[in-house]
Protein backbone atom coordinates (compact mmCIF):
# COMPACT_ATOMS: atom_id res chain seq x y z
CA UNK A 1 0.00 0.00 0.00
CA UNK A 2 1.05 3.54 -0.32
CA UNK A 3 2.44 5.42 2.49
CA UNK A 4 0.34 7.38 5.09
CA UNK A 5 -0.21 10.88 4.71
CA UNK A 6 1.59 11.63 7.93
CA UNK A 7 4.49 11.85 8.38
CA UNK A 8 6.88 9.07 10.33
CA UNK A 9 7.78 8.92 14.09
CA UNK A 10 9.20 12.00 15.05
CA UNK A 11 8.18 14.17 12.02
CA UNK A 12 6.64 17.37 12.93
CA UNK A 13 2.45 17.45 12.24
CA UNK A 14 0.93 18.67 9.10
CA UNK A 15 -1.75 22.17 9.07
CA UNK A 16 -5.10 21.07 8.63
CA UNK A 17 -4.89 22.30 5.29
CA UNK A 18 -1.85 19.97 4.21
CA UNK A 19 -3.35 17.20 6.26
CA UNK A 20 -6.30 17.55 3.90
CA UNK A 21 -4.61 17.67 0.99
CA UNK A 22 -2.31 14.92 1.77
CA UNK A 23 -5.24 12.43 2.65
CA UNK A 24 -7.00 13.45 -0.25
CA UNK A 25 -3.76 12.50 -2.51
CA UNK A 26 -3.73 9.13 -0.07
CA UNK A 27 -6.79 8.29 -0.53
CA UNK A 28 -6.42 8.43 -4.51
CA UNK A 29 -3.37 6.00 -4.40
CA UNK A 30 -4.64 3.66 -2.25
CA UNK A 31 -8.25 3.72 -4.95
CA UNK A 32 -5.59 3.16 -7.72
CA UNK A 33 -3.92 0.35 -5.55
CA UNK A 34 -7.28 -1.28 -4.88
CA UNK A 35 -8.20 -0.95 -9.22
CA UNK A 36 -5.08 -2.39 -9.71
CA UNK A 37 -5.66 -5.34 -7.63
CA UNK A 38 -9.22 -5.97 -8.71
CA UNK A 39 -8.58 -5.73 -12.53
CA UNK A 40 -5.39 -7.87 -11.95
CA UNK A 41 -7.93 -10.40 -10.22
CA UNK A 42 -10.23 -9.91 -12.96
CA UNK A 43 -7.68 -10.06 -15.91
CA UNK A 44 -7.79 -14.16 -16.28
CA UNK A 45 -10.71 -15.23 -18.31
CA UNK A 46 -13.02 -17.81 -17.04
CA UNK A 47 -12.39 -21.01 -19.31
CA UNK A 48 -14.34 -24.13 -18.51
CA UNK A 49 -13.49 -27.44 -20.11
CA UNK A 50 -16.17 -30.14 -20.41
CA UNK A 51 -15.50 -33.56 -20.79
CA UNK A 52 -11.91 -32.58 -18.80
CA UNK A 53 -11.28 -36.44 -17.81
CA UNK A 54 -11.42 -37.77 -21.12
CA UNK A 55 -8.23 -37.64 -23.28
CA UNK A 56 -8.70 -34.58 -25.00
CA UNK A 57 -10.09 -32.79 -22.51
CA UNK A 58 -7.35 -33.51 -20.21
CA UNK A 59 -5.14 -31.98 -22.37
CA UNK A 60 -6.94 -28.50 -23.15
CA UNK A 61 -7.15 -28.43 -19.30
CA UNK A 62 -3.51 -29.44 -19.11
CA UNK A 63 -2.63 -26.70 -21.30
CA UNK A 64 -4.96 -24.15 -19.75
CA UNK A 65 -3.38 -24.47 -16.14
CA UNK A 66 -0.24 -24.20 -17.40
CA UNK A 67 -0.88 -20.77 -19.27
CA UNK A 68 -2.93 -19.92 -16.17
CA UNK A 69 0.50 -18.78 -14.57
CA UNK A 70 0.55 -16.10 -16.42
CA UNK A 71 -3.13 -14.79 -15.67
CA UNK A 72 -4.57 -15.11 -19.10
CA UNK A 73 -7.04 -17.83 -18.05
CA UNK A 74 -8.70 -19.38 -14.97
CA UNK A 75 -9.65 -23.00 -16.28
CA UNK A 76 -12.24 -25.08 -14.34
CA UNK A 77 -12.62 -28.65 -15.38
CA UNK A 78 -16.15 -30.33 -15.05
CA UNK A 79 -16.45 -34.46 -15.42
CA UNK A 80 -18.61 -36.54 -14.66
CA UNK A 81 -17.69 -38.71 -11.56
CA UNK A 82 -15.47 -39.49 -8.39
CA UNK A 83 -13.88 -41.79 -10.23
CA UNK A 84 -13.05 -39.19 -13.37
CA UNK A 85 -11.50 -37.47 -11.08
CA UNK A 86 -8.73 -39.92 -9.92
CA UNK A 87 -8.35 -40.57 -13.47
CA UNK A 88 -7.00 -36.78 -13.53
CA UNK A 89 -5.39 -37.23 -10.48
CA UNK A 90 -3.01 -39.78 -11.69
CA UNK A 91 -2.15 -38.53 -15.21
CA UNK A 92 -1.80 -34.28 -14.35
CA UNK A 93 -0.94 -34.73 -10.68
CA UNK A 94 -3.08 -34.23 -7.23
CA UNK A 95 -2.75 -30.22 -8.16
CA UNK A 96 -4.60 -30.31 -11.20
CA UNK A 97 -7.95 -31.36 -9.30
CA UNK A 98 -8.22 -27.99 -7.22
CA UNK A 99 -9.69 -26.72 -10.84
CA UNK A 100 -11.72 -29.57 -11.77
CA UNK A 101 -15.18 -29.84 -10.21
CA UNK A 102 -18.07 -32.63 -10.52
CA UNK A 103 -20.75 -31.93 -12.71
CA UNK A 104 -24.02 -33.85 -13.83
CA UNK A 105 -23.84 -32.41 -17.47
CA UNK A 106 -27.23 -33.93 -17.62
CA UNK A 107 -29.01 -31.14 -15.61
CA UNK A 108 -29.01 -27.83 -17.31
CA UNK A 109 -28.97 -25.99 -13.94
CA UNK A 110 -25.40 -27.64 -12.67
CA UNK A 111 -24.29 -26.99 -15.73
CA UNK A 112 -25.62 -22.97 -15.61
CA UNK A 113 -24.11 -22.76 -12.12
CA UNK A 114 -20.85 -24.37 -13.40
CA UNK A 115 -20.57 -22.06 -16.57
CA UNK A 116 -21.24 -18.53 -13.88
CA UNK A 117 -18.74 -16.42 -14.94
CA UNK A 118 -17.23 -18.16 -17.61
CA UNK A 119 -16.22 -16.52 -21.11
CA UNK A 120 -15.11 -19.68 -22.73
CA UNK A 121 -16.31 -23.17 -22.70
CA UNK A 122 -14.35 -25.76 -24.74
CA UNK A 123 -17.02 -28.70 -25.28
CA UNK A 124 -14.97 -31.93 -25.23
CA UNK A 125 -17.56 -33.67 -24.08
CA UNK A 126 -18.44 -37.09 -26.42
CA UNK A 127 -19.95 -41.08 -26.34
CA UNK A 128 -17.37 -43.48 -25.83
CA UNK A 129 -18.21 -46.99 -27.26
CA UNK A 130 -17.27 -50.36 -25.45
CA UNK A 131 -15.67 -53.12 -27.54
CA UNK A 132 -17.84 -56.46 -27.11
CA UNK A 133 -15.34 -58.96 -26.18
CA UNK A 134 -17.62 -61.67 -27.58
CA UNK A 135 -16.56 -60.21 -31.09
CA UNK A 136 -12.98 -60.30 -30.69
CA UNK A 137 -13.45 -63.90 -30.12
CA UNK A 138 -15.20 -63.98 -33.68
CA UNK A 139 -12.92 -61.96 -35.80
CA UNK A 140 -9.91 -64.27 -34.41
CA UNK A 141 -11.86 -67.18 -35.49
CA UNK A 142 -12.54 -65.75 -38.54
CA UNK A 143 -8.49 -64.57 -38.87
CA UNK A 144 -7.51 -68.72 -38.54
CA UNK A 145 -9.75 -69.59 -41.58
CA UNK A 146 -8.56 -66.55 -43.74
CA UNK A 147 -11.37 -64.62 -43.34
CA UNK A 148 -12.04 -60.88 -41.96
CA UNK A 149 -14.02 -59.44 -39.88
CA UNK A 150 -14.45 -56.03 -37.42
CA UNK A 151 -15.27 -56.08 -33.48
CA UNK A 152 -18.66 -54.75 -32.81
CA UNK A 153 -19.20 -52.17 -30.07
CA UNK A 154 -21.70 -50.86 -27.45
CA UNK A 155 -22.70 -47.93 -25.51
CA UNK A 156 -23.51 -48.07 -22.10
CA UNK A 157 -26.67 -46.41 -20.67
CA UNK A 158 -27.25 -42.95 -21.17
CA UNK A 159 -23.76 -42.43 -22.92
CA UNK A 160 -24.97 -43.57 -26.53
CA UNK A 161 -24.47 -40.56 -28.88
CA UNK A 162 -27.94 -39.63 -29.03
CA UNK A 163 -27.77 -38.96 -25.13
CA UNK A 164 -24.07 -37.39 -25.21
CA UNK A 165 -23.12 -36.00 -28.20
CA UNK A 166 -26.78 -34.59 -28.81
CA UNK A 167 -28.82 -34.26 -25.73
CA UNK A 168 -25.76 -33.58 -23.60
CA UNK A 169 -24.14 -31.19 -25.85
CA UNK A 170 -27.54 -29.39 -26.45
CA UNK A 171 -27.82 -28.94 -22.75
CA UNK A 172 -24.21 -27.22 -22.65
CA UNK A 173 -24.95 -24.90 -25.10
CA UNK A 174 -27.99 -23.67 -24.05
CA UNK A 175 -26.78 -23.43 -20.41
CA UNK A 176 -23.40 -21.69 -21.42
CA UNK A 177 -25.75 -19.17 -23.17
CA UNK A 178 -28.06 -18.62 -19.93
CA UNK A 179 -24.74 -17.98 -18.12
CA UNK A 180 -23.83 -15.09 -20.61
CA UNK A 181 -21.34 -17.45 -22.27
CA UNK A 182 -19.54 -15.72 -24.81
CA UNK A 183 -17.65 -18.43 -27.07
CA UNK A 184 -17.33 -21.97 -27.01
CA UNK A 185 -15.26 -24.21 -28.54
CA UNK A 186 -16.28 -27.32 -29.98
CA UNK A 187 -14.28 -30.35 -30.51
CA UNK A 188 -16.43 -32.62 -33.31
CA UNK A 189 -14.56 -35.22 -35.82
CA UNK A 190 -14.37 -35.40 -38.87
CA UNK A 191 -16.86 -37.73 -41.18
CA UNK A 192 -19.78 -35.62 -41.13
CA UNK A 193 -20.95 -35.46 -44.57
CA UNK A 194 -20.76 -39.02 -44.67
CA UNK A 195 -24.02 -40.75 -43.61
CA UNK A 196 -22.28 -44.06 -44.41
CA UNK A 197 -19.45 -43.49 -42.36
CA UNK A 198 -18.45 -46.28 -40.78
CA UNK A 199 -18.71 -45.03 -37.10
CA UNK A 200 -22.42 -44.14 -38.19
CA UNK A 201 -22.54 -47.63 -37.58
CA UNK A 202 -20.67 -48.24 -34.35
CA UNK A 203 -23.78 -48.67 -31.41
CA UNK A 204 -26.48 -48.82 -33.87
CA UNK A 205 -29.77 -51.18 -33.73
CA UNK A 206 -31.46 -52.36 -36.62
CA UNK A 207 -35.36 -50.30 -35.72
CA UNK A 208 -33.87 -48.07 -33.29
CA UNK A 209 -33.67 -44.55 -35.09
CA UNK A 210 -31.57 -43.40 -32.33
CA UNK A 211 -29.09 -45.74 -31.88
CA UNK A 212 -25.13 -45.16 -33.42
CA UNK A 213 -24.59 -42.58 -35.51
CA UNK A 214 -22.71 -40.59 -33.64
CA UNK A 215 -21.33 -38.00 -36.67
CA UNK A 216 -24.83 -37.32 -37.16
CA UNK A 217 -25.65 -36.34 -33.70
CA UNK A 218 -22.74 -34.07 -33.21
CA UNK A 219 -23.56 -32.30 -36.18
CA UNK A 220 -26.43 -31.69 -35.13
CA UNK A 221 -25.58 -30.63 -32.26
CA UNK A 222 -23.02 -28.45 -34.03
CA UNK A 223 -26.10 -26.99 -35.78
CA UNK A 224 -27.82 -25.50 -32.83
CA UNK A 225 -24.52 -24.10 -31.37
CA UNK A 226 -24.25 -22.07 -34.80
CA UNK A 227 -28.26 -21.28 -34.54
CA UNK A 228 -27.46 -20.23 -30.66
CA UNK A 229 -25.54 -16.97 -31.47
CA UNK A 230 -22.71 -17.78 -29.28
CA UNK A 231 -19.67 -16.92 -31.05
CA UNK A 232 -18.19 -20.75 -31.70
CA UNK A 233 -15.55 -21.85 -33.11
CA UNK A 234 -15.84 -25.65 -34.33
CA UNK A 235 -13.02 -28.00 -34.87
CA UNK A 236 -12.91 -31.26 -36.76
CA UNK A 237 -10.24 -33.35 -35.82
CA UNK A 238 -9.09 -36.32 -38.02
CA UNK A 239 -8.05 -39.99 -36.51
CA UNK A 240 -7.01 -38.99 -32.70
CA UNK A 241 -3.55 -40.39 -32.01
CA UNK A 242 -2.42 -40.61 -28.60
CA UNK A 243 1.35 -39.49 -29.44
CA UNK A 244 3.04 -36.35 -28.96
CA UNK A 245 2.06 -32.94 -30.70
CA UNK A 246 3.74 -30.44 -32.78
CA UNK A 247 3.23 -31.89 -35.83
CA UNK A 248 2.37 -29.40 -39.01
CA UNK A 249 -1.12 -29.19 -38.66
CA UNK A 250 -3.20 -29.36 -42.04
CA UNK A 251 -6.78 -27.24 -42.24
CA UNK A 252 -9.81 -28.50 -44.52
CA UNK A 253 -13.56 -28.23 -44.79
CA UNK A 254 -16.02 -30.43 -45.47
CA UNK A 255 -14.04 -33.48 -45.64
CA UNK A 256 -11.85 -33.38 -48.32
CA UNK A 257 -8.92 -34.06 -45.53
CA UNK A 258 -10.48 -37.56 -45.30
CA UNK A 259 -9.29 -38.24 -49.59
CA UNK A 260 -5.60 -37.86 -48.24
CA UNK A 261 -3.57 -41.17 -47.27
CA UNK A 262 -2.67 -40.01 -43.95
CA UNK A 263 -5.62 -38.28 -42.05
CA UNK A 264 -5.13 -38.36 -38.42
CA UNK A 265 -3.78 -36.11 -35.76
CA UNK A 266 -2.37 -36.20 -32.56
CA UNK A 267 -5.13 -35.38 -29.07
CA UNK A 268 -2.09 -32.35 -28.14
CA UNK A 269 -2.30 -31.03 -31.34
CA UNK A 270 -6.14 -30.66 -30.96
CA UNK A 271 -6.07 -29.49 -27.64
CA UNK A 272 -3.39 -27.12 -28.59
CA UNK A 273 -5.63 -25.87 -31.66
CA UNK A 274 -8.54 -25.42 -29.00
CA UNK A 275 -6.57 -23.09 -26.76
CA UNK A 276 -5.19 -21.17 -29.67
CA UNK A 277 -8.81 -20.59 -30.30
CA UNK A 278 -9.60 -18.78 -27.11
CA UNK A 279 -7.66 -16.10 -28.06
CA UNK A 280 -7.58 -15.38 -32.10
CA UNK A 281 -10.70 -13.70 -32.98
CA UNK A 282 -10.44 -15.23 -36.75
CA UNK A 283 -10.96 -18.50 -34.78
CA UNK A 284 -14.95 -17.25 -33.99
CA UNK A 285 -17.33 -18.01 -36.17
CA UNK A 286 -15.60 -20.83 -38.01
CA UNK A 287 -16.50 -24.57 -38.59
CA UNK A 288 -13.20 -26.44 -39.83
CA UNK A 289 -11.19 -29.96 -40.40
CA UNK A 290 -7.65 -30.54 -39.40
CA UNK A 291 -5.18 -33.23 -39.79
CA UNK A 292 -1.72 -33.05 -39.23
CA UNK A 293 1.35 -33.90 -41.87
CA UNK A 294 2.47 -37.63 -41.60
CA UNK A 295 6.46 -37.55 -39.82
CA UNK A 296 7.23 -39.27 -42.66
CA UNK A 297 6.76 -36.62 -44.66
CA UNK A 298 7.89 -33.91 -42.94
CA UNK A 299 11.98 -34.70 -42.99
CA UNK A 300 11.73 -32.53 -46.52
CA UNK A 301 9.25 -29.86 -44.86
CA UNK A 302 9.60 -26.88 -42.37
CA UNK A 303 9.35 -28.30 -39.06
CA UNK A 304 6.72 -27.18 -36.69
CA UNK A 305 6.34 -26.26 -32.89
CA UNK A 306 3.92 -24.88 -31.19
CA UNK A 307 6.00 -22.16 -29.82
CA UNK A 308 6.41 -20.97 -33.62
CA UNK A 309 2.90 -21.44 -34.36
CA UNK A 310 1.36 -18.16 -35.79
CA UNK A 311 -1.79 -19.26 -35.09
CA UNK A 312 -3.01 -15.89 -36.31
CA UNK A 313 -1.64 -16.11 -39.65
CA UNK A 314 -3.19 -19.94 -39.51
CA UNK A 315 -6.79 -18.78 -38.86
CA UNK A 316 -6.55 -15.53 -41.18
CA UNK A 317 -5.24 -17.25 -44.24
CA UNK A 318 -7.44 -20.35 -43.69
CA UNK A 319 -10.75 -18.56 -44.34
CA UNK A 320 -13.14 -21.73 -45.88
CA UNK A 321 -15.65 -22.72 -43.34
CA UNK A 322 -17.68 -25.87 -43.46
CA UNK A 323 -21.01 -25.86 -45.51
CA UNK A 324 -24.08 -27.34 -43.26
Known amino acids: LPPPPWGGIGAPPPTPKKLLHRMRRHAHRVSLFLAFLLNGACAASKVVVTGAAGRTGRLVLDKLIKRSGSGSYDPRGLVRTEKSMKRIAKLSGPDALSKVDVCDVTSPE ?8 AESVVLCTSAVPKIKLRSILKVLALKLIGRKGRPTFRFPPNGDPYHVDWLGAKNQIDAAKKAGVKHIVFVGSMGGTQEDNFLNSIGRVDGDELSGNILKWKRKAEEHLIASGIDYTIVHPGGLLDKEGGRKIIFGVDDELLERKTRSIPRDDVAECCVAALSVD ?38 ANCKY
Do not use: H, V, Y
Open 110 to 117: ALEKAFAG
Open 282 to 319: EAKRRSFDIISQDPADAAAAEPASFAGMDWNSFFSTNT
